[in-house]
């Protein structure tokens, strides 16, 4: 059979470059398979992924060495638009996807360059709508919808043209957790249905092991240091130094003293066997106790909202929220894709106005008499896409010009700027220009530029997405400390679960415009009617207590939250 990927000693180096980004790659990935390809940011992998569809060298110009051939095909003999019929993308950024005036004429983007008549074309644009829960959105620009809707658009743009090899980059980036599921279920009825091969970069591993993965690819530093079956990877514990994140079941069984290596079905939570399992957890469960919360109740509020409205255009989004920020804590605000999350985070930051309703600060009272300028002292915002935020050409100017607007000298900020840029992982490149980060780079820099400015409230609308394990760590843990250090009250928009259960005192739930729920992490994701109603997905640690009949459930995702 021939192989759909067959990569032979390839190094790459960009023009732009001095130093190879890729080292010597051989990767052979046959027809129908699923691969995880992950690693540290930086690594290579999405690098690896423009050499195969194209947009190196077509987009990005540097020196290939060595062979590449996709389903037979050498790249080197394939234009651009030859390619896109044996590989479709999904990018991660997905506004630079996007073609169509709306939903509807991006989706039908290929099959019009395809010449498909118009009422195939119609009709299958229909089916990928109700498939992609897409139906209402049909006629809206893709540009209004937010972050998981995006993706869902641009991952329908792609199958519809049935590209026999589907490369996803981060395709769970964006997706509330049981939208994630449920694309991923979607991959594997189509993957069995019309035999795809699919090949997927994203850190999220807890999520893609929920579903069929027949390899994990790792790279570090451009070369392949892992390539092996998910047990294989699982059993070695060293997933951090992979730049993946322990599932939370297996942290729990780590915490409880369980050896690795006798599991069997080690991927999936609810069959997880082995000797003194049962045993080892029991006493686990037996003497864990659900955490303390901050309590907010003696905490002073800091940002009061009531009665908050908001529309866009006739559609009314928010038409009565109210809901109180305390001085100091650190909240997450959750929900399902679409239901407002980062609208009422840009009407906090002043971005856009309320329909009607009230926001006070404390000490400082009702923010609509600021102008964005003046809020910007107060409330700090960090967005979903770094390329909404950047302003400067080079990286260390884009961490200073917040401090140099408001007058510090160069002697002064230049120590601080150093020590964002180390924690960021950014210090080596502090004078490269911006375009030459990645995705996930760029939010780093995008999150560290507005850290530096050490606002009251700082907002951060999925800080870790895109990002490798030990970056996610590393940015949290300096949130922590902020938050810890300087009474900083922080909101965090996120789909991450693993990041609200270790971060978050307390869990916002926003559903529709609607405030749901306001309790703590733990709890939320043990509450099955919230969970279903908010598209969240119920926590591994859970689905194992389930197995094992463990009476705190709650408790132990706390517990591995913290730990």
Request: no cysteine; glycine share 8%.
């Amino acid at each position: 059979m021939t192989l759909a990927i067959k990569m032979s000693d390839v190094t790459f180096k960009y023009d732009s470059q001095s130093e190879p980004t890729l080292h010597h790659i051989n990767l052979n990935i046959e027809q129908g398979e699923r691969v995880l390809l992950s690693g540290p940011s930086g690594s290579g992998k999405t690098t690896l992924g423009q050499l195969l569809n194209g947009l190196i060298p077509h987009a990005y110009q540097g020196e290939i060495t060595g062979d590449i051939t996709i389903n037979g095909h050498n790249i080197k003999d394939m234009s651009i638009f030859e390619r896109s019929f044996d590989i479709g993308t999904v990018l991660q950024d997905t506004d630079t996807q996007f073609v169509g005036l709306t939903v509807a004429e991006d989706v039908a983007f290929a099959l019009e360059n395809d010449n498909v008549a118009h009422n195939e074309l119609f009709t299958k644009v229909q089916q990928w709508a109700e498939i992609m829960e897409l139906e209402d959105l049909l006629r809206a620009a893709p540009q209004e919808l937010s972050g998981g809707q995006k993706q869902r658009v641009a991952m329908a743009g792609v199958l519809i043209d049935d590209s026999p090899i589907l490369l996803f980059d981060e395709p769970l980036a964006s997706l509330d957790p049981a939208s994630g599921h449920r694309m991923l279920a979607l991959l594997d009825e189509l993957q069995e249905k019309y035999h795809l091969t699919v090949i997927m970069i994203e850190h999220r591993l807890e999520d893609v092991l929920q579903h069929r993965l027949d390899r994990v690819v790792v790279l570090d530093k451009g070369m392949i240091t892992f390539d092996g079956t998910p047990d294989e990877i699982l059993k070695t514990q060293a997933l951090a130094q992979y730049g993946l994140a322990m599932p939370g079941y297996l942290q729990l069984l780590k915490l409880a003293g369980v050896s690795f290596d006798g599991l069997a079905n080690i991927t999936d939570p609810a069959r997880i066997a082995g000797p003194d399992v049962q045993e080892k957890l029991q006493v686990l469960d037996n003497s864990v106790n659900q955490q303390n919360q901050r309590d907010s109740s003696v905490a002073e509020p800091i940002l009061t909202i009531q009665q908050l409205a908001f529309k866009y255009g006739k559609r009314a989004l928010f038409e009565s929220v109210d809901v109180t920020l305390y001085e100091g804590e650190l909240v997450a605000l959750v929900g399902k894709n679409g239901s407002g999350k980062s609208t009422l985070s840009k009407l906090i930051a002043g971005f856009i106005k309320p329909t009607a309703g009230t926001m006070t600060l404390t000490g400082i009272g009702d923010l609509s008499g600021l102008s964005i300028k003046e809020r910007a002292d107060y409330i700090g915002y960090v967005s979903q896409n770094p390329n909404e935020m950047i302003t400067q050409s080079i990286i260390y100017d884009e961490v200073a010009s917040g401090l140099r607007l408001r007058g510090m000298s160069e002697e002064e900020l230049k120590p601080r700027v150093h020590d964002l840029l180390k924690l960021a992982g950014l210090y080596g490149m502090r004078e490269w220009p911006v375009t030459v980060l990645s995705y996930g780079q760029k939010k780093r820099l995008t999150i560290i530029a507005v850290l530096a400015l050490a606002p009251k409230i700082l907002i951060l609308d999925e800080p870790t997405a895109g990002q490798d394990y030990a970056n996610a760590q590393a940015i949290m843990n300096f949130v922590q400390d902020l938050n810890k250090q300087f009474n900083t009250t922080v909101m965090i928009i996120t789909h991450d679960m693993s990041l609200m259960l270790s971060a978050a005192e307390r869990a916002l739930v926003l559903v529709d415009g609607q405030l749901l729920a306001d309790q703590s992490p733990a709890s939320l994701l043990n509450n099955q009617q919230l969970v279903e109603q908010a598209d969240l997905s119920i926590t591994t640690v859970h689905e194992l207590a389930q197995q094992y009949g463990l009476s705190n459930p709650a408790a132990l995702t706390a517990l591995i939250g913290k730990g």
